[in-house]
């Protein structure tokens, strides 16, 4: 299926140097379409919805805020810690609204599963299904993520 | 038509009031009539205007329009000779009469776009006036509609201090008032019929 | 009918054409006003072309007057006040003024043509907004993720600013990136420096700016920036001084010690600087030279997680334990904040709980 105008403009806000310096597709060669059809269709395997887990992330990322130095230990077994850089990022989907640059790390002490992600993917993934194209350095594989998150 | 251009300039003023009996011009009407002095500003500017493109669309219409066989292209051509007058006008005034153009120059804008003056120069085509009647009448309707805004101006002014239940506020007691004006005004209607 | 149709387009393109003319004819002869001078605020002239409005023609040359409505006359933000050539008060701008301001002379400057010179006056801290060229003059590596970047400004130029404010970087298209951006950082060099400034920048993991900055730029490369901004600057009482900073967060604070260095002061001040390990301290020599300059300063920096190896003697945990040691008069205490928002939220939440006043607490927390 040929992008429509408002796709090409999407992907172009994705490209390397428009929104951040190496863009959020990586090297994935399907189209933007298929990255997110294939992402839903895994996560339907995993029995978890896109916003579940944003809220997921955003849990994690509140929890966080305050020991902004050494992170905290949440419920447990989550060793999560969160460092905010100066600015804040629009959504390339072009969502009004700019999120921040806060970087949020995850380890499940549980399994041994570490993940990173920005404020604006868990945008991206709660509103728009986005985990970024494959090779994108913020890119979130929906397996992994979800054994972080929840086992 | 046989009716002096003096007794047409009369009866646009009063028993045609382009506003008050065709309810022509309402939306500066409403929004410019919270003031009087704007009002009166905004009313000269009208009655300027409406002389100049009366004329000029009387011309262009019995010397371009009626030649070239192309009457029915009169609504494109009005428009555009209004606006483009307005343009100029504006440019002029701005340069030559810096005093005028604070009191009335502004308003020039806003009257492209008021279909009075549209209005009238299609009045004018319809009831095939000649050109000494068209003047008169463009300029009756000028003052016409310019007595229309100055009497709002001058009630809302008295209705600021009244109580008027909150839905009827602004816009509501402003057509209410109108329409009581109008009815007075076709009172006047059998004294000089030009219609 | 074909000769018809193009009869009756033609008489209208002509009808239209035959205006256009007139109208363009027109504006060159009634719309030019030639040059015009606008004297600002009595220090400097700028020429305009004459016949455009006034915030037009001020941010033709780089001064930015705030407009919500882009010169409409809706949102009455472009305010200024006109001291001589504005012409009389237009109907357009009278609802927006307030009679004091009408009494001043303050006009709306998206309503007011410049047709002759004119004079006016704009607050410092707009006026001063402008865009800046400057050279790369010196690059300290602070510690492994944070530079310190001096810029020196073209020949005769100098730059107005509050210690405590900050600048936008403009970056140029480099490796993949083929857009320019801009970026906020505070400056970390002293006001009393006119012709030159300091940036204290941390990388950004994916940061096209930061990325730019740390691996792109050296000594002698041109760079342009606009600026000042920020309303985070020291203000002049008596009271104690609180400053606390993470991360990059020193820079503004090291720009009003230094401040405070040229113009002397007697106040209390003490410094917290809150850091996980050894390796995150900066500038720590220079913070120690100033506790002798001035007659009541401390610089405590606070590890949260001192490595073993760090054989650390100094305060440790997260900087909000140690305030009730140093605050002695919690309702003459002025606190200074710079860093992240969960430092922010945290530091002010301390600190109202000691009983600082919340509009005492001022602080830049990352934009």
């Known amino acids: 299926m040929k992008p429509t105008a408002k796709e090409l403009k999407i992907i172009q806000r994705m490209q390397p140097g428009v929104i951040t310096l190496s863009g959020f597709l990586g090297s994935d060669t399907r189209a933007l379409n298929e990255v997110i059809a294939d992402d839903a269709a895994q996560l339907n395997r995993l029995g978890k919805t896109a916003e579940e887990i944003a809220a997921r992330m955003e849990y994690f990322t ?74 994108s350095p913020f890119h979130l594989d929906p397996q992994i993520l979800v054994r972080a998150l929840f086992e | 038509m046989d009716i002096s251009a003096f007794l047409l300039f009369w009866a646009a003023v009063f028993t045609s009031n382009i506003l008050l009996t065709n309810f022509l011009g309402m939306c500066s009407y409403l929004s410019v009539s919270k003031e009087v002095e704007s009002s009166l500003g905004l009313g000269v500017a009208v009655t300027f205007v409406l002389v100049f493109t009366t004329a000029l669309n009387w011309l262009a219409h019995h010397y371009i329009l009626v030649p070239l066989n192309i009457v029915y292209l009169e609504y494109i051509v009005f428009i555009i000779v209004i606006a483009a007058f307005v343009q100029l006008l504006e440019l002029i005034v701005e340069r030559y009469a810096p005093a005028l153009y604070y009191t009335l120059g502004i308003f020039l804008p806003l009257i492209t776009v008021n279909c009075a003056i549209f209005g009238v120069s299609l009045f004018m085509v319809i009831r095939n006036y000649n050109f000494l009647q068209s003047i008169a009448f463009g300029a009756g309707s000028g003052l016409g509609w310019l007595l229309a805004i100055l009497m709002l101006a001058g009630i809302r002014a008295k209705l600021k201090e009244k109580l008027i239940p909150a839905g009827l506020q602004g816009v509501g007691i402003s057509l209410i008032v109108t329409g009581i004006m109008a009815l007075a005004f076709v009172g006047f209607s059998g004294v000089a019929p030009i219609q | ?169 403009l970056t140029e ?41 740390h691996q792109y730029l050296k000594v002698g490369d041109k760079v342009s920036f606009t600026g000042p901004y920020g309303d985070f600057y020291l203000r002049d009482t008596d009271a104690d001084i609180l400053f606390v900073a993470g991360g990059s967060g020193k820079a503004p604070i090291k720009s009003i010690l230094e401040h405070l260095e040229v113009v002397g002061t007697q106040r209390k001040m003490t410094y917290f600087f809150g850091a996980r390990t050894l390796k995150d301290l900066y500038l720590t020599e220079e913070m ?21 190896d760090d ?28 860093g992240s928002p969960g430092m922010i939220d945290a530091v002010i939440k301390a600190l109202t709980g000691l009983g600082v006043a919340k509009d005492k607490i001022y602080y830049d927390s990352f934009g």
């Open chain 3, 1 to 169: 009918m074909l000769a018809t149709i193009f009869k009756d387009i033609g008489a209208l393109t002509a009808i239209s054409g035959l205006l256009a003319v007139v109208l363009v004819l027109a504006e060159r002869i009634f719309n030019n006003y030639g040059q015009c001078k606008i004297n600002i605020n009595g220090k400097r002239d700028i020429e305009v072309k004459g016949g455009n409005n006034l915030l037009a023609s001020l941010s033709d040359k780089q001064i930015y007057l705030p407009s919500a409505c882009g010169g409409r006359g809706s949102c009455g933000a472009c305010k200024c006040k006109v001291l001589e050539g504005g012409g009389p008060l237009l109907p357009t701008e009278k609802p927006f003024l307030s009679k004091a301001e009408l009494a001043a002379g303050v006009r709306l400057s998206c309503q007011i043509k410049v047709k002759s010179d004119i004079a006016v006056e704009i607050p410092d801290s707009i006026f001063n907004i402008r865009r800046f060229d400057a050279t790369i003059a010196e690059i300290i590596d602070y510690t492994h993720d944070t530079k310190g970047i001096t810029f020196v400004l073209e020949p005769g130029e100098s730059i107005d600013f509050k210690a405590g404010q900050y600048v936008q970087l």
């Open chain 1, 62 to 135: 509140q929890k966080s805020w305050n020991s902004y130095l050494d992170g905290e230990l949440v419920d447990g077994k989550y060793q999560v810690k969160t460092d905010v850089y100066r600015g804040k990022l629009p959504c390339p989907f072009g969502h009004i609204g700019v999120y921040r640059k806060a970087l949020t790390t995850l380890t499940n002490t549980a399994n041994g599963l570490s993940v990173t992600w920005t404020s604006l993917n868990t945008h991206m993934i709660g509103s728009h299904g986005f985990f970024e194209g494959e090779g």
């Open chain 3, 173 to 213: 298209p480099y490796a993949k990136v083929r857009q320019r951006v801009s970026r906020a950082y505070s400056i970390s060099s002293k006001p009393e420096d006119k012709d030159r400034l300091q940036l204290i920048i941390r990388l950004v993991p994916e940061g096209i700016c930061t990325t730019w900055v």
């Open chain 3, 311 to 338: 054989n650390w003697s100094g305060k440790t945990g997260y900087v909000m334990r140690h305030f009730p040691d140093v605050i002695r008069d919690p309702q003459n205490t002025e606190a200074y904040l710079c």
């Open chain 3, 288 to 308: 120690r030279a100033l506790e002798k300059v001035f007659p009541d300063f401390h610089y405590e920096p606070v590890l949260s997680q001192p490595a073993p």
